[in-house]
C-alpha cells in the first residue's frame, strides 16, 4: 500500500485501539505513526519489513506501550539498532519472534537482550554483519524454546557460537 499517506498510520493507531495484529510491510510508516501504533496495547503481530522511515525512536514506543507483542518483522528495516531491539526485549518479554534480517546496524547487544525473553523461538538475522558467535551463545543459553534461527550472512559467527546451539 504505496500510496496510503503517512496520516493513515496515525489514525490507525487512533481509532483501532483493540487492534492485535498489524502488516504494514512496505509502507510508508514513520516514526510518528509508530507513536500512534503504540496506542494499540493489545498488539500481538508487528510486521514492518521493509519500512524505511522507521527508527529506534518509534521502536522504543512500540516495546514501552505494548507488551503484549509475540512477533515482530523488521526484515531490512534499516535504520534500527540495538537500542531500539533492546527496547523490544525489555518491554515485550513474551516475543517468541523476530526478524531483524538485513539490520545492519544491529550487534550482539540486541541478540544478549533478546537472550532474556525466554519464549523466543524464531530469530533471524541473516545479513547481519555485527553479530558474532558472542550474541549467538547468549541466545543458545537464554532461549531454550528456539527451533528457527537464520544466522545466513552472519560471518562473525564460528565454532564458538555454534557449540552452544547443540
Not at 521493509?50 to 527508527?55: K, M, P, Q, S
Not at 529506534?56 to 539498532?81: F, H, N, Q, S, W
Not at 523461538?121 to 547481519?128: D, F, K
Request: include cysteine; hydrophobic fraction near 40%.
Amino acid at each position: 500500500c504505496t500510496l496510503v499517506p503517512r496520516e493513515a498510520f496515525v489514525l490507525i493507531g487512533q481509532r483501532c485501539h483493540l487492534l492485535e495484529e498489524l502488516d504494514l510491510t512496505d509502507s510508508e510508516i514513520d516514526d510518528e505513526g509508530l507513536k500512534s501504533i503504540s496506542n494499540c496495547s493489545k498488539l500481538a503481530i508487528l510486521k514492518l519489513g521493509i519500512c524505511l522511515n522507521i527508527t529506534d525512536k518509534g521502536l522504543i514506543l512500540i516495546g514501552d506501550r505494548c507488551p503484549k507483542l509475540l512477533e515482530l518483522d523488521l526484515y531490512r528495516a534499516m535504520e534500527i539498532t540495538d537500542s531500539g531491539i533492546q527496547a523490544i526485549a525489555y518491554g515485550c518479554p513474551g516475543l517468541e519472534i523476530i526478524n531483524m534480517a538485513y539490520c545492519k546496524d544491529v550487534t550482539d547487544g540486541s541478540l544478549i537482550s533478546l537472550s532474556k525473553c525466554a519464549k523466543l523461538n524464531t530469530l533471524e538475522c541473516r545479513g547481519c554483519p555485527l553479530v558474532t558467535s558472542l550474541g549467538i551463545a547468549a541466545i543458545a543459553v537464554g532461549c531454550k524454546q528456539l527451533f528457527k534461527l537464520d544466522i545466513k550472512k552472519c560471518y562473525n559467527v564460528n565454532d564458538f557460537g555454534a557449540i552452544p546451539l547443540a
